[in-house]
């Protein structure tokens, strides 16, 4: 379920996305946005310049598809409900295209449990973050590895990324464009490769091919660690060794303002309304319905798994 600040986006939000950005988080696949599904979102002539731009990177095949839903009449209450679905499976890079200040905000408060950050070896080894966003972890892989080379498929988070690595006089680490299917880096080019808070079971952000993509580049015998995963299970299956540690079970804002206007845009008005009940800044993950950030899954590369700890 996408989070109460989706309804503030529409479909024009997507033509701030450049052509690779719209390629990365549109193109058809296993568990994303279907081409007919798409088509029928863009009907109408006011999307006649971002419906060319989609179908002129999709594959035939589906290109096919989402001209023939495009152009098929449908009632407005279906076209709603497809733009609504649209909105809510692209909210996440909706948000970091459109407002990464307020992503920024967000992430902020979210601190990794430091368990999990000493769990990884990433001392004078080269270290891709793959999802990088604006460098919450790149910042700090690169005080421990000998090279840190941060991805990401967002210009508008990149430059952010850039701009802390130039005002901190960091000289390890390398920005490159990159999108979990198609990451920039050679096959076993990495010691350790760190998707935190990014790699997912599903498309786009993750999936079969991601997480083939993310084990390729990574050298036989090097780690492959996913922080704060959607669905532990999912990763368990395919190899991972699951940790989780106890503590760090609050999420932290600047002031009780900032704290209540968060929970609102991307939890619930619940939550909202326990931070102004209690005039709290700190907000336990329980009032906010997800757990904490304190786990994380493990897989050596090319070894077979130990048991979850």
């Known amino acids: 379920m996408a989070p109460p600040l989706a309804q503030h986006y529409v479909l024009q939000h997507?033509?701030?996305f450049d052509d690779e950005g719209l390629r990365t988080f549109l193109a058809p696949g296993d568990g994303a946005i279907?081409?007919?599904?798409?088509?029928?979102?863009?009907?109408?002539?006011?999307?006649?310049?971002l419906a060319r731009r989609v179908a002129s990177f999709l594959p035939s095949h589906a290109r096919n598809v989402f001209m023939c839903a495009r152009g098929w009449p449908e009632p407005p209450e279906v076209v709603a409900a497809r733009r609504r679905q649209v909105i809510d499976g692209m909210f996440w890079a909706l948000l970091y295209w459109n407002d990464p200040d307020a992503y920024?905000?967000?992430?902020?408060?979210?601190?990794?449990?430091?368990?999990?950050l000493s769990a990884l070896d990433l001392d004078g080894r080269v270290v891709a973050d793959i999802g990088a966003g604006a460098g919450r972890f790149t910042l700090?892989?690169?005080?421990?590895?000998?090279?840190?080379?941060?991805?990401?498929?967002?210009?508008?988070?990149?430059?952010r990324l850039q701009r802390k690595v130039t005002d901190q006089d960091v000289g390890n680490v390398e920005i490159r464009r990159g999108?979990?299917?198609?990451?920039p880096l050679d096959d076993a080019s990495v010691d350790v490769a760190v998707a935190c808070s990014s790699l997912t079971s599903h498309p786009p952000w993750g999936g079969e091919c991601a997480l083939e993509e993310a084990e390729r580049?990574?050298?036989?015998?090097?780690?492959l660690v996913v922080i704060w995963p959607d669905s532990p299970e999912w990763f368990c299956e395919r190899g991972f060794t699951y940790m989780a540690l106890p503590g760090n079970a609050e999420m932290h804002f600047g002031d009780v303002a900032?704290?209540?206007?968060?929970?609102?845009?991307?939890?619930s008005d619940e939550a909202a309304q326990w931070v102004r009940d209690n005039d709290a800044r700190v907000v336990p993950f329980a009032v906010l319905g997800v757990p904490p950030p304190s786990d994380a899954c493990f897989k050596r590369v090319g070894v077979a798994p130990t048991p979850s700890r």
């Open 104 to 116: 920024e905000e967000l992430v902020a408060g979210e601190e990794i449990h430091p368990g999990v």
């Open 179 to 183: 999108s979990f299917m198609h990451l």
């Open 258 to 267: 900032s704290a209540a206007r968060i929970c609102a845009d991307f939890y």
């Open 217 to 223: 580049i990574v050298r036989p015998g090097g780690d």
């Open 140 to 159: 700090f892989a690169a005080r421990h590895a000998k090279r840190v080379i941060a991805v990401d498929a967002v210009p508008p988070l990149l430059e």
């Open 14 to 16: 997507l033509a701030a």
């Open 34 to 49: 279907g081409p007919g599904r798409l088509g029928t979102a863009l009907q109408g002539d006011e999307y006649e310049v």
